[in-house]
């Protein structure tokens, strides 16, 4: 009691007197990340039974473990591994595997832990999943380590097990671990040694071809493809089991069993094998071909399409074995046939002949099974008529596709299949059709087409589908014919489309175009006929409004530029029509050398003159260019700006002129013009003056600045074959525009928050430069960027003022980077065929409805299409639409070529007359800057705590195509 009054009398007295006294110092604490090793313990141990175990296993296994984590985890997976029962053993398995994938972790450590886990399982299900786990494990080793051998020779163990799953998952270790490296005896007839089983991979695995497990056997091949693929040549004594297989009851079985005898005949071609039951010989491939070609025949469609696609890669095969696969008879040189001198030594060592008196008593006495005697089996006769009249339409494509690819390397086969193609051309299934038309334009070049193939050709014309007529038209551009009345019939049939379908309209011309070109001597004698033309009798002007008209003269012209005499057929209305269409149409009609007549000269006329020479001087011309304006030794060097708007011009008609180098020159020519841009708003007039002064200046450089960094995206996203050298200069001069933002904005003395916001934002963009351009700033020396990098210690702790200051010295002292020479650019172009932006006829519509515009448009070199490419509807009023197009509305014809056919809806309010919509084509672009790294920026602001974020991805849209007018004119609704 006395304790307890002394103590009370000590605080009042401490509280009145107020004794001072010293402070505890705070403790230190260590935070730490909680252990998951030791969570994963202490929830095992909590529970009650499997269900509960199994339960906090799959909770874990959706957590991330970090690499440092990893083996304390797996220790106390595999502590708890003996505790439980079947099924969180297996689930303990699965995380093993799960876990040796974590990335910076080494699996070496618990393979023996692993492995001594499989000598007291029991359960099969358990055991295959821990060889999973060993499988994962073994790939993440390196070829030829002592552990992969040992894990080997734990799957050779093992494959006795009973159970199919261990022995599957055997097999797969063996095919993904098995050593490549072993040497093979003579002819590739097996391995010269065997060290303890574990080069002899190979023929352990094959003898699990016969397997009473369907699903074995299949691993059994799929584990010698893979030994294939890892660069392991199997044995060819394998080749007869495999033929086997081929009529395994297993679907999965003959399916593999077809890649290994492909395999096989295309390691061995060339090796002799016998025929079964018979004396005669035949090299490997032939066999295998055969064998493969039965496969059409076969009852699983799978089989069938995989049967069909292999064929096509097997150009070693004999021409008289390929052209069998196209006649369902068996042809009579692959029947074992007799000599008439072995016949007649038969029948004389006999001693009998032919009486006269019984039919056919001279017939051979033996019975011949044709089975026996084939040199081919009879299934595989006509493989490729079965595949091309097969149910499933996926057999179809792939025995039309291996027509192609065998077709392509031998001109022969091509011309024996070109009936089996054309007939094609009727199938129901429209992708079939398509198919087939490519397939045909693709060989085009071996090929001739008769009139009646011509015929079965062109009715494909009626097809409804866009998509197939354009295709045709692309095949008839590259196809010849043979007589004249092909070409004539080839006429009538486009006129028959272009009249049924007038949107095919640029299409049919094309196709026109080639085929006049192709043809010029058979259609020389049609030119009256097709001019209706007369010898002494004026025939009345056609109308050149007339698109069949139209196409009649683009087949005609194109067929004179080769044929001389053409042009005498002419009449006076004729020359006149040519004149205008090679104004109107230059790239459909070519210019023609007409004697007394005045030339024709176009851009395309003087390029058609250009070789290779022309190509290389073009190329010489445009380095020469580059190299005059790096002589510019900075920004305000005298005579820079007309140098470089003389240069840029140059560049300009070099591209028009040079359709090979048109991407690269435009290149070269819009960085001159950020230069010159660049150096105008840095020149002397504005710099000097006071700041009140140049309040208009300062407008006119800002808008400068603005036009920079859009050009920069230009540069950036609407050209492709850019090198990481040409990326790193576009960004400089993105990086210089950035910096003139910035002291212009410092000009116009906005508030100290925006200012250092800025600045910080400024900094980050350099560190984001030099992190993405780590390798490319050697050749960036004396530039811009290069000054900035050597200041910037100093920048990171200067006032926001002051680094303005230096910004601007340095901006104008920077000199001019030169440009490296791209090796292939191209520039990303769009054009419109329809709407044409011609017609005075509006569009009439409901005024708040909608009406449908059919786009059509060609794109050249644009990537991913179906991502970036948008259509953009410019009101009268101001208004902007964009639509996005939908992934079906792209085709893509040829390389580096692509075709949007889509439409678009267009609605608006009444208007008292029409009035014109714009439609062009917008290039969506998306920039996302490395996120910089966060460090302090001293004397700055003592506010400051933290960075602001980097700066956020950059979107937007690039017009890359001329805009089309379209008038519409919505009517006020009917009351």
């Not at 001109?411 to 070109?418: G, R, V």
């Amino acid at each position: 009691m006395a304790a307890h009054l002394k103590k009370r009398v000590y605080e009042e007295f401490t509280r009145v007197v107020q004794i001072p006294h010293e402070e505890a110092p705070a403790k230190k604490l260590r935070l730490s990340k909680p252990s998951k090793s030791a969570a994963l313990h202490i929830d095992l141990c909590k529970a009650a039974n499997s269900t509960d175990a199994l339960q906090y296993l799959l909770q874990f296994a959706r957590k991330p473990v970090e690499a440092e984590s990893v083996e304390g985890v797996i220790r106390i997976l595999l502590e708890h591994y003996y505790k439980t029962d079947n099924s969180v053993r297996l689930k303990i398995a699965s995380l093993l595997g799960l876990l040796s994938k974590t990335k910076g972790f080494n699996p070496d450590c618990v393979v023996d832990d692993v492995i001594n886990t499989l000598g007291n399982e029991k359960s099969h299900q358990v055991l295959a999943q821990l060889l999973d786990t060993l499988l994962v494990i073994g790939t993440q080793l390196p070829e030829g380590a002592a552990v992969r051998r040992r894990l080997v020779e734990v799957a050779c163990k093992l494959l006795s097990d009973t159970y199919f799953g261990v022995r599957n998952k055997c097999l797969q270790l063996l095919g993904c671990l098995g050593m490549v490296d072993a040497p093979l005896g003579k002819d590739g007839e097996g391995p010269s040694s065997s060290i303890g089983g574990v080069r002899d991979v190979p023929n352990i695995i094959s003898n699990y071809f016969t397997d009473q497990e369907p699903r074995v056997r299949t691993a059994a091949l799929k584990a010698m493809l893979q030994l294939h693929e890892r660069g392991m040549k199997i044995h060819q004594i394998i080749y007869e089991q495999a033929c086997r297989l081929l009529s395994d009851d297993y679907e999965q079985v003959r399916s593999a069993a077809v890649q290994m005898v492909w395999v096989l005949s295309q390691l061995y071609p060339e090796s002799i094998v016998p025929i079964p039951s018979s004396n005669e010989e035949i090299r490997l491939v032939d066999d295998a071909f055969g064998k493969i070609s039965h496969m059409i025949s076969d009852g699983s469609w799978m089989v069938r399409v995989q049967a069909a696609k292999t064929l096509g890669s097997m150009l070693q095969v004999s021409p008289h074995f390929l052209e069998q696969t196209l006649d369902k008879k068996l042809m009579s040189d692959l029947r074992r046939k007799r000599t008439a001198h072995e016949r007649a030594k038969e029948l004389f060592a006999s001693g009998e002949f032919s009486s006269g008196r019984k039919w056919a008593d001279d017939a051979p006495k033996e019975r011949l099974d044709s089975n026996t005697v084939n040199l081919i089996a009879s299934g595989a006769c006509g493989a490729f008529v079965h595949g091309l009249e097969d149910e499933m339409f996926e057999v179809r494509i792939a025995a039309v596709e291996a027509l192609c690819q065998l077709a392509r390397s031998s001109p022969s086969f091509a011309e024996k299949c070109l009936d089996f193609l054309v007939d094609m051309f009727n199938d129901e299934i429209e992708e079939v059709r398509l198919q087939s038309i490519h397939v045909l334009r693709e060989i085009s070049t071996h090929i001739t087409l008769r009139e009646d193939q011509l015929d079965t050709v062109l009715a494909v014309l009626e097809d409804s589908s866009r998509d197939i007529r354009e295709a045709l038209h692309e095949l008839l551009c590259y196809t010849n014919v043979s007589t004249k009345e092909c070409i004539q019939l080839a006429l009538l049939d486009l006129l028959k489309n272009l009249n049924k379908y007038p949107t095919d309209r640029n299409s049919v011309w094309k196709c026109l175009k080639f085929l006049g070109s192709r043809h010029p001597t058979l259609v020389l004698p049609l030119v009256p006929e097709l001019l209706s033309t007369h010898p002494y009798f004026d025939t009345p002007e056609p109308d050149m409004d007339d698109p069949a008209y139209i196409a009649v003269l683009v087949l005609v012209f194109n067929a004179a530029k080769s044929c001389p005499t053409m042009p005498a057929l002419f009449s006076d209305h004729t020359f006149r029509h040519y004149a205008y269409l090679r104004d109107s149409l230059s790239h459909l009609v070519p210019p023609l050398r007409l004697l007394g007549r005045k030339q024709v000269y176009s851009l395309d006329s003087l390029d058609s003159g250009c070789g290779s020479g022309s190509v290389e001087s073009a190329k010489l011309f445009l380095q020469q260019s580059l190299n005059r304006v790096s002589t510019i030794q900075n920004l305000e060097t005298p005579g820079a700006p007309d140098l470089l708007n003389f240069t840029i011009r140059d560049l300009q008609r070099l591209g028009e002129l040079q359709t090979e180098l048109a991407g690269a020159a435009d290149f070269c020519a819009t960085y001159l013009r950020c230069q010159l841009l660049l150096m105008k708003a840095l020149q002397d007039k504005l710099w000097n003056m006071a700041v009140p002064l140049c309040l208009k200046q300062n407008v006119t450089a800002t808008a400068a600045a603005q036009q920079i960094l859009e050009e920069t995206y230009k540069l950036e996203f609407l050209y492709s074959g850019l090198e990481s050298r040409q990326v790193a200069t576009v960004h400089h001069v993105r990086l210089q525009a950035k910096a003139l933002q910035l002291v212009l904005t410092a000009r116009s003395r906005p508030g100290m928050d925006l200012l250092i916001s800025s600045c910080e934002k400024f900094l980050q963009e350099i560190e984001c430069f030099q992190r993405m351009f780590l390798t490319q700033l050697p050749h960036l020396q004396d530039s811009f960027v290069d000054k900035l990098l050597e200041l910037m210690p100093r920048l990171s702790s200067c006032k926001p003022v002051e680094l303005v200051k230096i910004l601007q010295t340095t901006l104008r002292q920077s000199g001019l980077l030169q440009l490296r020479l791209p090796e292939q650019i191209h520039r990303a172009t769009a054009t419109i065929i329809e709407p044409t932006g011609e017609s005075d006829n509006p569009l009439r519509f409901t005024s708040g409805l909608v009406v449908a515009l059919d786009i059509d448009a060609t794109l050249e070199h644009v990537q991913d299409p179906q991502d970036k490419v948008k259509v953009q509807v410019l009101y009268p009023d101001g208004q902007s639409h964009v639509i996005h197009p939908k992934p079906a509305d792209f085709r893509k014809p040829g390389p580096d070529r692509h075709r949007l056919i889509t439409q678009v809806y267009l609605s608006h309010t009444a208007w008292t007359e029409p009035s014109q919509v714009e439609v062009r084509l917008l290039l969506a672009y998306s920039s996302s800057p490395s996120s910089p790294s966060t460090t302090g920026r001293a004397g700055w602001s003592d506010s400051i705590d933290s960075l602001p974020p980097a700066e956020a991805a950059v979107e937007g849209t690039i017009p890359f195509s001329k805009p089309v007018k379209v008038y519409i004119m919505p009517k006020p609704a009917r009351r």
